[in-house]
């Protein structure tokens, strides 16, 4: 049997509390210890017990959460938070900040408590990002140059273009990644978030606020600019086409997702063939992985998130057991890389190790 994830619930709302704790109680593999009404008396609890990960509501009277994150990671480090936001503008502006702070991830809270296809798209939602969040690192420990996973190194042309790809603990690395960037590294950047709508948008602006590259939402048949982030709006595919222009469109989703890191990945590919450096950052889930190997196929690159350093280590994990990844490493050392690659004109070709 699998090792089981521990949860507390905090929301002032009752009814939240039980629609949470139903969802949750539907998977054997999740134990709800308890549920609070308060965050004073879980930040009480998490001083004297071991909890897995922490369903917040960002709004509540005694103390909201924004004022517990910082609290509640003194109280209990190793507990991720998963915020539960109310689907608006100051809820998405609010769950932006807590990202920033320290939370993990964010769940919509669904538009209505009535049971219908809305609430069990959250529910099952809710599942997948508690097992993912509560799962335990040791799939790979070995140091990033030394894993039997990653290719060899062959020397290719200056990239042209890099896309990013990433999901949950995202936006703290977005934000570490882009801090270090050097403005200097004059390439276009295609980004793509798994965040529903309203939220993409209040990623853009914290990325312009907090780091020093401009970033905006991409619009159908935007020019591909060059040190510029352009990221994909929530509900919409991001792909790149022949006329070197952006196209969104709302074909179905891919791993589940949509915006879908896959799509990116493989119109650039298409389009740039071997100038592509792709970057696959934290996140639960595949998607990625057969974007990467459209890039690797194309004679371009990927880099990816080592899972020490990971939120999840799901979609670089996959992408590096793939054989995909021509380096593996925190976010400051692939920051590093990218540089290295774009200066001196050189990177590593993703060519699959033998043995």
């Known amino acids: 049997m699998a090792e089981q994830t521990h949860v507390i619930l905090v929301d002032d709302s009752a009814v ?16 709800v210890k308890t549920a609070f009404a308060s965050a004073k008396q879980a930040i ?29 990671r003194k109280a209990r480090p190793e507990a991720k938070i998963l915020i539960a936001s109310a689907h608006s503008k100051s809820g ?14 964010i769940i919509s809270k669904p538009s209505s408590l009535v049971p219908g296809l809305s609430l069990k798209s959250t529910e099952e939602e809710l599942r997948s990002k508690v097992r993912a969040l509560g799962r335990r690192k040791g799939m790979l420990h070995k140091p990033a140059m030394e894993s039997p996973y990653l290719t060899q190194n062959r020397v290719i042309s200056r990239p042209e273009i890099l896309v990013v790809g990433t999901s949950t603990g995202g936006p ?21 978030q798994h965040m529903p709508p309203l939220f993409t948008g209040i990623l853009a602006k914290t990325l312009s606020h907090e780091t020093q590259w401009k970033c905006r939402e991409a619009k159908n048949d935007d020019a591909i600019v060059a040190g510029e982030i352009r990221i994909a709006p929530g509900d919409f595919h991001l792909r790149v086409t022949r006329g070197f222009r952006l196209a969104l469109d709302q074909a179905p989703p891919e791993n589940y997702c949509r915006p879908a890191v896959d799509p990116l990945f493989r119109s650039a590919a298409d389009v740039f063939g071997e100038a592509v450096l792709g970057v696959v950052l934290t996140g639960m889930g595949e998607d990625g992985k057969k974007g990467a190997q459209s890039i690797v196929d194309h004679g371009g690159v990927v880099f990816a998130q080592d899972e020490a350093s990971s939120t999840v ?35 590593p070709r993703g060519v699959r190790q033998k043995g």
């Open 16 to 31: 939240a509390r039980g629609m949470w704790t139903r969802a949750l109680q539907d998977d054997s593999d999740i134990i």
């Open 44 to 72: 009480d609890y998490l001083k004297l017990f071991p909890v897995d990960v922490v369903i917040l509501d960002i709004e509540m009277p005694d103390m909201d959460g924004l004022t517990a994150i910082p609290l509640i």
């Open 92 to 105: 998405s502006e609010n769950a932006m900040k807590a990202l920033t702070l320290g939370a993990a991830d």
């Open 172 to 192: 703290p690395a977005l934000i570490e990644f882009f801090k270090a960037l050097p403005k200097s590294v004059d390439l276009p950047v295609l980004l793509v």
């Open 313 to 347: 280590w799901g979609m670089p994990g996959a992408v590096v057991r793939a054989g995909l990844a021509s380096f593996m490493g925190p976010v400051p050392e692939i920051v590093e890389r990218v540089a290295r690659a774009y200066q001196a004109g050189i990177v």
